[in-house]
Structures are given as C-alpha cells and as structure tokens.
C-alpha cells in the first residue's frame, strides 16, 4: 500500500464519482419537480438537503470544486425552508430552480 | 508512553466518501480502519473492536453524529473514546457547537485525501 496506490485508486474512484453525478442531479431535479408541484410532502425538503449536502461535501474531494460550490449554494439556500418544512414562495422557488440550474451546468 | 494511532472507525453514511476516506487512511496513512455506515452499526462496532479513535460525519439520517456521540459519552466503556468530527457544514458556530458537545475536534469536507491522515494524526497527537 503507498501514496501512488492511493492516487491511482482516487483516479478510479473519481471517475467512477463523476460517472454517478448525472442520476443523483436526476433525483434531485424530480424530487424538486415534486415539491414545487405539491406531489411531495414538504418535509421531503429534508432529504433534498441531504443530497445537496452530501454533494457539497464530497465533489471538491473528487477533484469538481465548481459542483461542490453550487452545491453548497443550493444547500445554503434550503437550509432554512428545509428546517421549517415550509415550500418556497413563488419568487424564491425561481430563485432556486436557478441554483440548480448553476449546479448542472457546473456538472458538465 | 502514548500508543501511536493504529484502528479507527469511520462512521459515514455517504458511501463515496467513506470509500475515499477509509482508502486515504489506510493506504497513505497506514491506518487501519474500520467504516460504518451509520449511528447503530458505529455503536456496535465500538462495543465490538475499541478503536483508539472515531471520525464521525455529522449529517446522517436516523441517528446523526452528536447523537452517537451523546451515547458513546454515555457508555462509561466507551466515554473516553476521542471523537472527531467530519462536517461539511464547517460555520465558525458550529465547530464551536461540536467541540462543546465533546469533540476533540472538527474536521472540515472537503477535505484533501492525500493529508487527511495527517490531519487525524494531528489531532490524536494533541489528546493526553
């Protein structure tokens, strides 16, 4: 086991982290899709978070610090709806759809 | 004189990270690691094996990192176990809000995987 190991290994584990990107902003893009339209519960807002959250925390480690900041942006924006389990209003529900939108184009 | 750090368990639900971080430990730092990936599984790992250390993410569903802690703190067999904590959220408040729970200290994700070993080793050459 070395350093050189591990860098090859982190390669990998990268690519494969990149690789799944695109079906977890899926999951988050639907999941929004259903809060917004009222198909999910807003206490759902919680496991939105979460996603952004874990996003945030481990993108820069793999090397995508443009996604971890948009990430971060969109968890930040949530936070206080998310703890509240109360929707957006209309305005800031556009606000953040456009956070999104930043962070799908970061993960391009 | 104190034991050089060897076994930790990492609790981590977030399965690329704890991927990354239990390969980071081990292969760079040479330590050997046990991963949880929750609070329960972590409480039974520390009954069972006594790691000298735990890392322990914040954020997890069902029970989270404080309330690990708050157990482990509990248990007078596992009381004087250092828990650091590893956190995305890093806001000056709530490395202060950890740390007054017990922690023996924050770390911040992201993090760089090639120093983060050095990092936990920091922190266990601080503990008494």
Known sequence: MSAEAFRRQLEALSAEYRGSLPGKLIEIDSLWRDLAGGMAKPDR????????????GSARTFGIAGVSEAAAAAESFLESF???HKLPDTAQQARFARLLDDLKRAAR | MKPALQTVLLVEDEPDIRTIVKAALEMVGGLKVRACESGAEALA?????????V?????????????????LRGNPDTAAIPVVFLTAKATPSEIQRLRALGAADVLTKPFDPMTLHEKVKAVWATLA
């Open chain 1, 45 to 56: 807002m919680d496991d939105l978070q979460r996603e952004l959250h874990s996003i945030a």
């Open chain 1, 82 to 84: 998310s703890k509240r």
């Open chain 2, 45 to 53: 790992a520390v009954a069972e094996s006594r790691p000298q250390l």
């Open chain 2, 55 to 71: 890392l322990l993410d914040v954020m997890m569903p069902d029970m989270d990192g404080p309330g690990v802690l708050s157990r």
